[in-house]
């Protein structure tokens, strides 16, 4: 029982992790970043560089953060800029990017499996059951992620100039704040925090040229229902991430997976505003 | 004269007849021809893979008809094609091949695929739906049916696909010819479709869906009919595949796959169905060719490509190409047929008959955003042959109260009647079909069809389009049609709407509105950023379309000036409540209006205010 409630809350932080930076990117952008999978894949194997050029463990994150934060930022300043007017042809264009960025991994490593060893081993005794204590502590740095991203919003002169740009884009232009440069480091957080989450997945997965792909839907999903709000992700997290971790280990992996994809997309179907303001 | 001849041939023949027609034969002539002298001049090994190409080509027709038509970008048309591959292998697999197999292995695909598309299109298509929003229901498609698959067993053979079952015994070359004049065959059909009057509709929904649904269009059930006969293809091309090579595979189905189609018809050309199948049959071609020499180079190219296209060329190559001929060769293109304006029988009867019959019925409406009340407790009638004039200060509620009477779903409390229905939750086209017509504050038409176009689509509701013929006519109503004629889009009717001037788009709008037939009319703010002389020229029209044909029109306006010319009432909203219902007399010398519009206040109100 114990085990199944620590999947739940784990399962949740994972998703939290891997989404909260397409979220960032809606949020502000309204367009859905196509490439959110592909920064995952480029965070895990910028830890596993990371790793090899003999980096400490803790700092291969860092490194995938800023990896993820500088090529996010290339990615926008030269594709993503011009396509402002088009927002599906946006969404079209960062699919192509995340095409390129696929292939690129492969042509620089291979399509083989890499390992990177996990910074933190063994178990620790919660709730009457052994648990991974890694997992545990995903569930502070997705805690910490959503604190640090609130801060960021709501306590700097940078967040305050997106909050303009998300409520009114032209009135903040005319306020003269520069609503490229927001789009442009929005565009690199996004990425950033894709490619960080890629990073701490390493411990638990594999690092491949596919490794980011499952992750996409659910990711998707989570961010059409939460509206585009961070809090509203974090509760879609727990709902949805809870169901999958309950449909997975009575059900099946199989019905497990599909659990966010299904659920989504009804409760979208029947709620088409999200869930922003339940 | 070519006029004889046509009155006395039916329409069809007509049709292939005319130059376009001869245009069209001559084209699925020499295609026709290529694919069946093909095998004999190629070498083996591309006849094979052209096979495969042909069938790709198939999906890539309907994702354009889909994305480059209708504007639904999916991910998912490849995931019909594998329903179609698995139902046929299965099929096979479990009853073995024969003829009555192999007719409802075909017949099951398309029906299978019409099934789940109904399904697909339910979930991802109703009145508020957004594009984004059903772009990311394609791909969840392909993601629950390849996990069936892989869970399916021995059933659908799991990662490995279903292999080794009996199958139609042709030669490749066989194939080849079957495969390519199926494909001619759906691009052919898909191309009378689309350059159909009913086939406007398509790219009427990519401009402008808000547009389509308030002229009482019921565009999610448009869009999911046009995907559920879209996924039937893709469904059969996906057995016919099945069918040439023995084998339906997880990667059929896939959405790597469905992302694979959505990039050949960008690169070829979306909204062009020969962009499409260049598109399908050349990146087909291209990969079987260079992926073994260079592996990874070649997808990596693709991407840049894709990338590129998208964002320095969104028409793709065969945009590009497009542009480029009628450029340096015009004279290749057949000018657009002359259209003749036509008076459609109207309701000239009714519009007569009635008395001072209500048309407008609003019995305290509110409108509140949580604890906001932008609207409350407004009740408002309107009868035949007024001209209501709804004016107040900027935020008084009143885009809010015409949105609340275009659109059921948006009013809080309170009941509307329109034509003496109930409006309650009922969505924009359903209203407009009680005889509600919207015009937008900013013109909204549709900015890549002709002015014929936009004013046929307007008519789409009552006279039914045809799928397969382009009609050289457009009958208007009295009322539209003098709209048409007054402003001057009668002798633009060939051009696209996006080149028309600012006035010339709000008379457009008017007209389409017109051209619905409507006994209430709402107008937002119709005469913002009109010349004096354009602005003149709408309170003529407007006062004799409601004098003529005793419509009920309602407007929001700002000019004091052009209210007083035009009204016969005027209603004034301020801070969400109906403040004043009377003359236009009475309300130009209250006080309240005085000091709404004179900005300060006077002494007697001040103190109620304070």
């Not at chain 2, 936009?454 to 382009?470: F, Q």
Request: charged residues 15%; neutral net charge; glycine residues 12%.
């Amino acid at each position: 029982m114990g085990n199944i409630l620590l999947d739940m809350i784990t399962t949740s932080a994972i998703l939290f992790l891997t989404s909260a930076g397409l979220l960032v990117v809606f949020g502000v952008m309204k367009i859905i970043n196509f490439a959110h999978a592909a920064f995952i894949t480029v965070g895990g194997y910028a830890t596993f560089v990371a790793h090899e050029i003999g980096l400490p463990p803790i700092l291969g994150p860092v490194f995938a953060f800023g990896v993820g934060a500088v090529l996010g930022a290339l990615a926008e300043w030269v594709i993503v800029r011009r396509l402002y007017a088009r927002p599906l042809d946006a969404i079209l264009a960062t699919w192509g990017l995340g095409l390129i960025l696929g292939q690129l991994v492969v042509l620089g490593f291979g399509r083989g499996v890499q390992f990177v060893p996990p910074p933190i081993q063994g178990t620790v005794a919660v709730l009457g059951t052994e648990y991974s204590l890694y997992r545990m502590v995903l569930i502070l740095l997705a805690i910490a992620v959503g604190l640090g991203f609130t801060a960021l919003i709501n306590g700097t002169r940078l967040g305050l100039s997106t909050r303009a740009v998300i409520m009114n884009e032209q009135l903040a232009q005319g306020l003269g704040i520069n609503s490229a440069r927001v789009r442009l480091i929005t565009f690199a957080i996004g990425c950033a925090l894709a490619a960080l989450a890629g990073s701490l997945l390493t411990p638990l997965t594999s690092v491949d040229p596919l490794m980011g792909l499952p992750y996409l839907i659910g990711a998707f999903m989570l961010v059409m229902v939460s509206g585009g709000s961070l809090p509203a992700l974090a509760v879609a997290c727990i709902v949805l991430g809870g169901m999958q971790a309950i449909i997975s280990t009575y059900l099946g992996s199989v019905l497990g997976g599909l659990t966010i994809a299904v659920f989504a997309a009804i409760a979208l179907r029947l709620r088409p505003e999200g869930f922003a303001r339940a | 004269m070519p006029d004889l001849a046509d009155t006395s041939r039916p329409a069809a023949m007509r049709a292939v007849l005319s130059p376009r027609g001869v245009k069209r034969t001559a084209i699925l002539a020499i295609f026709g021809a290529a694919v069946l002298v093909g095998p004999l001049v190629l070498d083996p090994y591309t006849v094979n893979i052209l096979v495969r190409a042909f069938f790709v080509a198939i999906v890539a027709v309907t994702v354009d008809i889909l994305w480059g038509y209708s504007g639904y970008l999916t991910f998912g048309q490849g995931a019909f094609f594998g329903l179609g591959a698995y139902t046929l292998a299965i099929t096979f697999s479990e009853l073995g091949f024969g003829p009555w197999q192999a007719i409802a292995a075909f017949g099951g695909a398309m029906l299978l695929g019409a099934l789940v598309a109904a399904l697909v299109g339910w979930l991802s298509f109703y009145p508020g739906s957004t594009p984004l929003y059903a772009t990311i229901i394609s791909l969840v498609l392909p993601i629950v049916l390849v996990q069936l698959i892989y869970s399916g067993g021995n059933f659908t053979g799991a990662s490995s696909g279903v292999v080794g079952y009996f199958s139609f015994t042709f030669m490749t070359d066989t194939w080849f010819r079957i495969a390519g004049i199926a494909t001619l065959a759906v691009a052919g059909l898909a191309h009378v479709l689309v350059s159909s009057d009913a086939g406007r509709l398509l790219r009427a929904l990519r401009d402008n869906e808000m547009r389509c649904a308030y002229l009482g269009l019921d565009t999610p059930r448009l869009r999911i009919v046009v995907l559920v006969a879209c996924a039937a293809v893709a469904a059969a091309a996906g057995a016919g595949y099945a069918a040439f090579g023995g084998i339906a595979a997880p990667e059929n189905a896939g959405f790597i796959f469905g992302t694979q189609l959505v990039v050949m018809v960008a690169l070829g050309g979306r909204g062009m169905l020969v962009g499409a199948i260049v598109g399908a049959l050349s990146i087909e071609l291209a990969s079987a060719y260079l992926s073994s020499i260079l592996p990874f180079m070649w997808e990596l190219l693709v991407g840049i490509a894709f990338v590129a296209v998208i964002v320095t060329m969104p028409a793709g190559l065969f945009g590009l190409l497009g542009a480029a001929a009628r450029r340096w060769a015009p004279w290749a293109f057949t000018a657009p047929e002359p259209v003749t304006l036509r008076t459609a029988a109207g309701r000239a009867e009714v519009a007569q008959a009635g008395t001072d019959d209500i048309v407008l019925e609003a019995n305290d409406v509110s409108k509140s955003f949580g604890a906001l009340t932008v609207l409350s407790g407004v009740s408002l009638t309107a009868r035949r042959g007024e001209l209501v004039s709804l004016v107040g200060p900027n935020g008084a509620g009143k885009t809010t109260l015409i949105r609340c009477l275009a659109d059921g779903r948006e009013a809080s409390s309170g009941a509307i009647r329109i034509g003496g229905t109930a409006t309650d939750k009922l969505p924009p086209h359903r209203v407009v079909r009680l005889g509600l017509g919207r015009k937008f504050q900013a013109a909204s038409v549709f900015e890549t069809l002709t002015v014929a176009d936009c004013l046929r689509i307007a008519r789409a509701g009552r006279d039914k389009p045809s799928l397969v013929t382009t009609s050289s006519e457009l009958a208007l109503p009295a009322a539209a049609r003098s709209v048409v004629e007054s402003s001057g889009l009668d002798a633009r009717l060939e051009d696209e709407a996006r080149h028309l001037s600012h006035g010339l788009k709000q008379a457009l709008e008017l007209a389409m509105v017109l051209a619905l037939e409507p006994e209430l009319v709402l107008l937002d703010e119709p005469t913002a950023g009109l010349t004096r002389a354009e602005r003149q020229r709408f309170a003529d029209i407007l006062t004799d379309v409601v004098e003529r044909e005793r419509l009920c029109v309602l407007i929001v306006e700002h000019d004091l000036d052009f209210v007083r010319q035009i009204s016969s009432r005027i209603v004034v909203l301020h801070q969400g409540e109906l403040a004043l219902d009377g003359s236009v007399d009475e309300v130009v010398n209250s006080q309240l209006v005085r000091e709404i519009y004179s900005g300060h206040q006077v002494e007697k109100t001040g103190e109620v205010t304070q």
